[in-house]
DNA sequence: CTGACGATTCACT
DNA sequence: GTGAATCGTCAGC
């Protein structure tokens, strides 16, 4: 889809209840095909989410709040629905989660890759990339970097200053939408089998298998 | 205080 | 397919 398609003007910003929903893993499927966008540095960067996967908390083992650990990296998944959880991952990978449910529940669903929608010149200069290809925004650190999305914005409500999310219309085909497992969680036993993550079927900017 | 390691990415074989 | 980069986090002492 190209990118002229949609514009700033056009986006509805999604309400903080709206990620209140009690199933993380309906709302990690409802996320495919919104919009992701950012708007600090004096610029509107944004891409349409392709590939998401819920973090279902304290009875997921792959999830960092699994058992209901609490410690001061976690305590941020505990917020109201609607904040950022970024953490660091590898020493060198920012990683974006949306906090879901309500204050208390610790579920979150991470945003594992973007077809950009606007700023593709800004996401180059914050990438250091030559040239825009599927690289840019495929990855859950792809994404963030792209975006200049960072651990010091852990904390933050989505709520329309800084980093926000939206629709603009555009709706994937559910029959284009499909599960698989999450990826790099084997850690996680059994819980490494559910399928969680979702995906836009063939979508080039998708990490992994697609 | 110490050590092991990760919801990754990229270059290289 | 394999391995390095790189550092905050967290369990254990």
């Known amino acids: ?110 945003i594992r890759a973007l077809e950009p929608v606007a700023g593709v010149d800004k996401m180059l200069e914050r990438t250091g990339k030559p040239h825009l290809d599927s690289s840019l925004t495929r990855g859950p650190g792809n994404v963030s970097k792209a975006l200049g999305i960072t651990t010091a914005h852990t904390g933050l409500d989505l709520w329309q200053h800084e980093i926000w999310l939206a629709t603009d219309g555009f709706a994937i085909d559910d029959a284009q939408i499909i599960a698989t497992p999450r990826i790099g969680v084997d850690y996680a036993g059994a819980d490494a089998l559910l399928p969680y993550r979702f995906m836009v079927k063939g979508n080039k900017y998708v990490s992994g298998k697609r």
Request: proline fraction near 5%; hydrophobic fraction near 40%.
């Open 1 to 110: 889809m190209p990118s002229d398609l949609t514009s700033i003007d056009s986006w509805n910003p999604l309400p903080l209840d709206y990620f209140a929903h009690e199933d993380v893993v309906f709302l990690a499927k409802d996320l495919i095909g919104k919009l992701l966008v950012t708007t600090f540095d004096n610029t509107v960067t944004a891409g349409r989410i392709v590939e998401t996967e819920a973090y279902n908390g304290v009875i997921d083992r792959a999830s960092h709040a699994y058992n209901n650990r609490r410690t001061a990296r976690t305590e941020i998944m505990y917020s109201p629905a609607g904040t950022a959880y970024v953490y660091l991952c590898y020493g060198m990978h920012h990683l974006f989660n949306i906090v879901t449910n309500r204050q208390g529940i610790p579920h979150a669903i991470l």
